[in-house]
């Protein structure tokens, strides 16, 4: 597990909006909980002169249960002085479990809290991620950027378990992460798309490279299968589908998978 081959995974960002928190150097990085070294959390340090002394460390998410493993960090600073943040993070799974899932962070008061939201539609299990890199380890090779609008994580996933690993990415919009969130799936691949939610249902809207099936399903925020189809023998271009399908108030999530791999999730409101 983690405490095998501990990463501290160091990231450094530097404020240079001219706000608040200018000059601001952030530190981000993996360590152990003070109650067992074999439990990581992701923590926070900064410096207002340089480098020359530092604030003490704080955990960028004080609220989750103890015991819980959070680790892999990565942060940047964007042009309006938010402080975004990414890690991988096992709080909705059991603690005896490597089902892990990868969040992001965001503050607007110099590090000190963070709204935090869920980047990943499905979850890795790390037994297989793991065994993908011969036990070397996974995780500490992401990326994380953003503009004044729009942060955009990017991150190694095990979740076909297939003993393989591929890159997924997701854009947050930083007006509303609650409801903004798109997980656009693995990067390269041939299916694009994009959804609108109404009152009776979803249009979706695809573009496909190639011809190809599509499986869809909407679940609820706890996983829960709400509805599922099949789109066959689909052309190369674009196509327009819609699901008449009836939701209580709530949140929800849009899964079209092709038989090639393809992937894509929509998080969505019904209102």
Same mark, same amino acid.
């Given at each position: 597990?983690?405490?095998?081959?501990?990463?501290?995974?160091?990231?450094? $960002?530097?404020?240079?909006?001219? *706000?608040?928190?200018?000059?601001?150097?952030?530190?981000?990085?993996? $360590?152990?909980?003070?109650?067992?070294?074999?439990?990581?959390?992701?923590?926070?340090?900064?410096?207002?002169?340089?480098?020359?002394?530092?604030?003490?460390?704080?955990?960028?998410?004080?609220?989750?249960?103890?015991?819980?493993?959070?680790?892999?960090?990565?942060?940047?600073?964007?042009?309006?002085?938010?402080?975004?943040?990414?890690?991988?993070?096992?709080?909705?799974?059991?603690?005896?479990?490597?089902?892990?899932?990868?969040?992001?962070?965001?503050?607007?008061?110099?590090?000190?809290?963070?709204?935090?939201?869920?980047?990943?539609?499905?979850?890795?299990?790390?037994?297989?991620?793991?065994?993908?890199?011969?036990?070397?380890?996974?995780?500490?090779?992401?990326?994380?950027?953003?503009?004044?609008?729009? $942060?955009?994580?990017?991150?190694?996933?095990?979740?076909?378990?297939?003993?393989?690993?591929?890159?997924?990415?997701?854009?947050?919009?930083?007006?509303?992460?609650?409801? *903004?969130?798109?997980?656009?799936?693995?990067?390269?691949?041939?299916?694009?798309?994009?959804?609108?939610?109404?009152?009776?249902?979803?249009?979706?809207?695809?573009?496909?490279?190639?011809?190809?099936?599509?499986?869809?399903?909407?679940?609820?925020?706890?996983?829960?299968?709400?509805?599922?189809?099949?789109?066959?023998?689909?052309?190369? *271009?674009?196509?327009?589908?819609?699901?008449?399908?009836?939701?209580?108030?709530?949140?929800?999530?849009?899964?079209?998978?092709?038989?090639? *791999?393809?992937?894509?999730?929509?998080?969505?409101?019904?209102?």
């Amino acid at each position: 597990d983690i405490s095998t081959r501990f990463q501290p995974t160091a990231y450094l $960002a530097m404020d240079n909006t001219g *706000g608040p928190f200018d000059g601001r150097l952030y530190l981000s990085f993996t $360590a152990s909980e003070e109650t067992d070294p074999t439990v990581f959390d992701v923590f926070l340090m900064y410096s207002d002169d340089g480098g020359e002394t530092w604030s003490d460390r704080v955990k960028v998410h004080p609220d989750t249960e103890e015991g819980t493993q959070q680790f892999y960090s990565s942060i940047y600073v964007n042009p309006d002085g938010l402080v975004i943040m990414d890690w991988y993070d096992r709080r909705n799974h059991d603690a005896d479990s490597k089902v892990t899932d990868f969040y992001m962070g965001i503050s607007q008061d110099g590090g000190e809290t963070f709204e935090e939201v869920l980047l990943n539609s499905e979850s890795m299990d790390m037994d297989f991620s793991i065994t993908a890199s011969n036990g070397f380890g996974i995780g500490e090779y992401h990326q994380l950027i953003a503009t004044k609008h729009q $942060a955009i994580s990017f991150w190694s996933d095990g979740r076909e378990n297939d003993f393989d690993l591929n890159i997924y990415y997701a854009k947050v919009d930083l007006s509303n992460p609650s409801t *903004g969130t798109i997980e656009y799936g693995r990067v390269g691949q041939k299916l694009h798309a994009t959804i609108t939610s109404h009152a009776n249902g979803l249009d979706v809207l695809m573009d496909l490279e190639g011809k190809m099936d599509i499986d869809y399903q909407i679940v609820d925020m706890q996983g829960r299968l709400i509805t599922q189809g099949q789109w066959l023998g689909l052309s190369k *271009g674009t196509h327009e589908k819609i699901l008449r399908v009836s939701l209580p108030f709530g949140q929800y999530v849009l899964r079209l998978q092709s038989e090639k *791999g393809d992937y894509k999730a929509f998080r969505f409101l019904k209102s």
